[in-house]
Structures are given as structure tokens and as C-alpha cells.
């Protein structure tokens, strides 16, 4: 048909696109920006897009804080480990190192750049300082006496500590008396990280020392601004240093009914407060040492005891005991202050009848030392030890470890004496 001069054939006429040709915003004509061909955007459109991006800011900081935290709570764990004294001056706050900040230096001062802590005004509170044996942990890091190593060897004392002085009993034993356990299955295990806000991370570990303890702690670390060299001048840099560490009992931890190498003292002071209570005097006997006078007296001699005045209000049902102050004094030694309100004075009489007119009134504290000591080794005591030592001689609930070979308590902490507390005691355990 085309070579005979036919018309060409047309195909049906395809509709208008409904498609706007112009691909660019009207932005790009006159540098103007907009949504609508080229209207500048008004000042609320600024504003949330200025919003928008500072959020994607913020949320991008607390995610490089959040994995440093994860770091630096790693980086404790090994130096301590290694008991690396740098570790220690590394992780310290700086009014630690320092002193506390005078009134001139308490005056707000006004931060400035994307790096400051947006609540770097607020303040966290402190802990009270822990208990702290400076020779014991000296010895456990292996620095020497105080005066024979130097200067640098008595500032790596001070060091510690007050490191230690940030630290429970519970902390102090498994990071810095003892090492965590290297076995398979034992290593150091992180429960939880939380960066709780813009200057404090908190991290939950269980952690398992080399004799058997097992404890959960939890590290507080605040964030700090520091200055490091750069050339002949100093740059600004963000760290997080220790806030607080403290430590309770295993997740599945109870009140044992035995000694065990996994067992805190925390936890044998628990139990023995409980036996006392319900007036399981048998209980209380097996968390004693062997040469404890629970251990070394006949049974029916311990509870008579356990009704004189001076021991009564711990085995008062009514009562109320807890522990206001639990101490470190050394790797293998432990003691512990407890308060009891009990209007339980022995021999069935009432005490303090003055100050419980008619029944009113709440009765006076009394306090007992409670001191530990770890037995030497690792092992435990099985129940099957347990119901064998208490059979000795045929006599049921005479529990006598030191006479029962097959009876091993061997890294149990166990009750060497409780006793009446002095003032001088209270005084110097902070009570």
C-alpha cells in the first residue's frame, strides 16, 4: 500500500499524559525552595525540619554512647582481671581524682556543642563509700606496703582505693579480692544494657568467681568529659567512669538450707536470721565453723543460749532484724551489722517497759555483729554429708563438722561469731 501511494495507517490516538513533565522542584528555578512551584516553605516547616534533624542527631549520639558504654564495661571487667592499675586511674570520676569541686568550680556553667550530655546540669546521687581494707586489697593486687614502693605505688593504693570505696561487698569480691572463673559456661555474662539517659549507662552481669560464689552485679557508669594532647593544644573527649557497682545474690538464688562454695556470706547471714526466727536452732548450727560455739556446744545448750537476754530478740517471731551494714574486711573475711527491734528480752519478760506504755511506743534497736569467714579451698557440703554429720555419735541434730571428715565445707563461708555490738563497733562500721 506504501508503494502505491496509499495513505499511511495511523494507529489510535494515545491520551494526554496525565504525568507532570517537570521532574525538578521549583527549587531549581529561581533558588528558591518549596513544595509548591517554588514558594519559599514558612517558618513552621523550618522549624520541624530543623526538629527532624536534630532527632536523628540525638538518636545517632546515643547510639555511639550506648556501644561505648558496652565497651568500657568490658574494658573494667578485663583490666581489673589482669589488676591493672591504670585500669583503675582510668576508670575513676574526677572529683575522685580531684577532690570535690569547690564553691567557685559548683557554679553552673553553660555547655555548648552536639557532645555535651543534653542533662549534663543534672545531678546523680551518690552512693555512700563502702568499707574499704586498703592493705587487703593492696595485697590482692600485689602492691606493696604503703611507704616501700614509692610514690607512684602509694598513689596506685589511693587509687584502688576509692575505687573499692565505690563498690559493695558483693562487687568488691568478685572484681577485685577474687577473679571470675575461666571455665566454659563461667566466664562473665551480661543480663542487660540500658543507656538510661544522656550521662548514665547501667549494665546487669552475672559473673562466677575461680572459687565457685556466684553474684550478680550491676555497673553504673556516668559520662565525663575529658581532655586529651593534641599537639600544642588539648581536645574535649567523652568517657564513661564508674558510678556505683553493686551486687545481690543469683537470679535463682533462695535461702540456702546448706553451706555451698556458690553461697555469699550476704546469703548465710540471711539464712541463719530466718533459722533464728522460726527457731530452726539446727539450721542456724550448719552455717557455723567448727570451732563456732554453735558447733562446739550440745544442741539443747545452743538454744538456751539463743533464750538469754542478750541473743533473745533474734529468735523473737515478732521481731523485726535486718542488716544495716554489711562489710568487706579481706578476700576470706566478712562481717556484717544487724538491727533488731524486739520487745523479746528473755525468760519470757518484757523489756523497755517505758518506752512501750500500754503497748504504744516501737521497741529500741539492738545490734549484732555477724563475722564470716570463707573456709579454705573449694568445695561444698552435699545434703547427704549434712544428714551423715548430723547422726554423729547416734544422736540426731548434733551437727559437728569438725568432727565429721566426710562433712568438706572447704570455700563455704560459714559463721566464725555473732555477738552484741559495741559502740565502738557501730562506729566503726558506719551504723
Not at 26 to 54: H, T, V
Not at 255 to 274: I, M, N, W, Y
Not at 315 to 335: I, M, N, T, W
Not at 371 to 390: E, K, N, W
Request: net charge neutral; aromatic share 6%.
Amino acid at each position: 500500500a506504501l508503494l502505491a501511494g496509499a495513505p499511511r495507517p495511523r494507529g489510535p490516538k494515545m491520551a494526554a499524559s496525565k504525568i507532570p513533565r517537570a521532574v525538578f522542584t521549583g527549587g531549581n528555578r529561581g533558588g528558591r525552595e518549596g513544595p509548591e512551584g517554588g514558594k519559599p516553605p514558612d517558618a513552621a516547616q523550618i522549624r520541624r525540619r530543623e526538629q527532624e534533624k536534630e532527632q536523628r542527631r540525638v538518636a545517632a549520639q546515643r547510639v555511639v554512647r550506648s556501644a561505648a558504654g558496652v565497651s568500657r564495661a568490658e574494658a573494667l571487667r578485663i583490666g581489673l582481671d589482669q589488676r591493672s592499675t591504670y585500669t583503675v586511674l582510668d576508670f575513676l570520676r574526677s572529683e575522685d581524682i580531684l577532690g570535690p569541686a569547690t564553691s567557685a568550680d559548683a557554679a553552673p556553667v553553660k555547655h555548648q556543642g552536639p557532645s555535651v550530655p543534653l542533662n549534663a546540669g543534672h545531678r546523680i546521687a551518690d552512693m555512700p563509700p563502702a568499707f574499704v581494707n586498703e592493705d587487703a586489697l593492696a595485697e590482692a593486687f600485689g602492691l606493696p606496703a604503703r611507704g616501700a614502693g614509692g610514690v607512684d605505688a602509694d598513689e596506685d593504693r589511693d587509687n584502688l582505693s576509692k575505687l573499692a570505696a565505690r563498690m559493695d561487698p558483693f562487687s568488691q569480691r568478685a572484681l577485685l579480692y577474687n577473679k571470675p572463673s575461666k571455665a566454659p559456661g563461667r566466664a562473665p555474662r551480661v543480663l542487660s544494657s540500658l543507656l538510661v539517659d544522656d550521662a548514665m549507662y547501667v549494665q546487669r552481669f552475672a559473673t562466677q568467681d575461680e572459687r565457685g560464689e556466684e553474684a550478680t552485679l550491676t555497673l553504673r557508669m556516668t559520662l565525663e568529659e575529658r581532655l586529651a594532647p593534641n599537639y600544642k593544644s588539648a581536645t574535649v573527649f567523652e568517657q564513661w567512669v564508674v558510678h556505683s557497682v553493686t551486687g545481690e545474690p543469683a537470679e535463682d538464688a533462695r535461702l540456702p538450707s546448706e553451706p555451698h562454695a556458690r553461697v555469699a556470706p550476704e546469703a548465710v547471714v540471711a539464712a541463719q536470721l530466718d533459722a533464728l526466727k522460726w527457731g530452726d536452732s539446727e539450721r542456724c548450727r550448719r552455717f557455723a565453723t567448727p570451732w563456732n560455739v554453735a558447733c562446739s556446744v550440745d544442741p539443747s545448750v545452743f538454744r538456751e543460749m539463743l533464750g538469754t537476754p542478750a541473743y533473745a530478740p533474734l529468735s523473737d517471731p515478732e521481731g523485726k532484724c535486718e542488716v544495716s551494714r554489711s562489710v568487706q574486711l579481706g578476700a576470706d573475711s566478712f562481717a556484717a551489722v544487724v538491727t533488731c527491734r524486739s520487745w523479746n528480752h528473755g525468760g519470757g519478760q518484757t523489756a523497755y517497759t517505758s518506752w512501750n506504755v500500754k503497748g504504744k511506743g516501737a521497741p529500741p534497736p539492738r545490734y549484732f555483729v555477724w563475722l564470716l569467714t570463707r573456709q579454705p579451698g573449694s568445695g561444698s557440703a552435699s545434703a547427704t554429708d549434712l544428714a551423715a554429720a548430723a547422726a554423729v555419735d547416734g544422736e540426731p541434730g548434733s551437727l559437728v563438722l569438725s568432727k565429721c571428715p566426710n562433712v568438706d565445707v572447704s570455700g563455704c563461708w560459714l559463721t566464725d561469731a555473732v555477738m552484741p555490738a559495741r559502740p565502738q563497733d557501730l562506729k566503726k562500721f558506719g551504723v
